[in-house]
């Protein structure tokens, strides 16, 4: 599975945007970008995920550059219970169904 | 709004006993995970079944740890005997793979609250 770098900590203030970058440049044409998050104490909760086209949904809205080598998600109006780990995670299709492989994500701190 | 559910949620217990954890997957998912999470190791994959079939526990220490599916509403994880260096916090996951030949992949795991294990 392809690996992927995420920065190990960010703030944010509260109603603003967060935008958390996740470089996975040795991805192949066949691996989707999928984005978990884990509010302390809790399980890790399914965000949102996507191949190459951008995607949106009610929690969150995801960018893939077009060489698919990065991505963003993005929380348009974070609040302080969007305070979490946040794990970008590549994955094959062929693996649909299987393991999540988690890397160390990115703690994001929403700050009032 | 269905959840994954785990018992316990927390366990203390000393070094050589024996310790069972129970998940109850989402009603209608067929395929059920366990990880485990670390200061250290971070979240690790240990095992996981679909229709009740082990398909991969190569992360599972497998002279003390075992899973099973005694059918499709509950996975157990044992370790025995324990030691501490198990200690860390176990979550069940549950889901559905995609059906097959679908544009968009539809592959969401849903997790439990996790079990927290301290052995002494």
């Known amino acids: 599975d392809a690996k992927t770098t995420q920065p190990p900590s960010m703030d944010c203030a509260e109603g603003r945007a967060a935008n958390l970058p996740c470089n996975h440049s040795?991805?192949?044409?066949?691996?989707?970008v999928y984005w978990y998050r884990q509010i302390h104490s809790q399980g890790p909760q399914y965000i949102i995920h996507g191949l190459k086209n951008n995607e949106t949904n009610e929690m969150a809205s995801l960018i893939i550059t077009e060489d698919r080598k990065s991505s963003t998600l993005i929380l348009p109006h974070a609040t302080l219970r969007d305070t979490a780990v946040y794990y970008c995670?590549?994955?094959?299709?062929?693996?649909?169904?299987?393991?999540?492989?988690f890397g160390q994500g990115t703690e994001l701190s929403v700050k009032p | 709004d269905a959840r994954v559910t785990q018992t316990p949620r927390h366990k203390v217990t000393e070094m050589g006993q024996e310790v069972t954890m129970r998940c109850q997957p989402i009603l209608g998912h067929n395929t059920v995970f366990w990880y485990r999470q670390t200061m250290m190791q971070g979240l690790e994959l240990l095992a996981y079944?679909?229709?009740?079939?082990?398909?991969?526990d190569s992360g599972m220490p497998k002279d003390r740890f075992s899973a099973e599916m005694p059918d499709a509403t509950l996975a157990t994880l044992k370790i025995q005997p324990s030691e501490p260096r198990d200690s860390a916090v176990y979550f069940c996951?549950?889901?559905?793979?995609?059906?097959?030949?679908?544009?968009?992949?539809?592959?969401?795991?849903?997790f439990g609250p996790g079990t927290r294990l301290t052995v002494l």
């Open positions: 995670i590549v994955r094959p299709v062929y693996n649909q169904g299987g393991k999540l492989i």
């Open positions: 996951a549950s889901g559905l793979p995609p059906k097959l030949g679908t544009h968009r992949s539809t592959d969401t795991q849903y």
């Open positions: 040795t991805i192949s044409g066949n691996e989707y």
């Open positions: 079944f679909r229709n009740r079939a082990p398909l991969d």
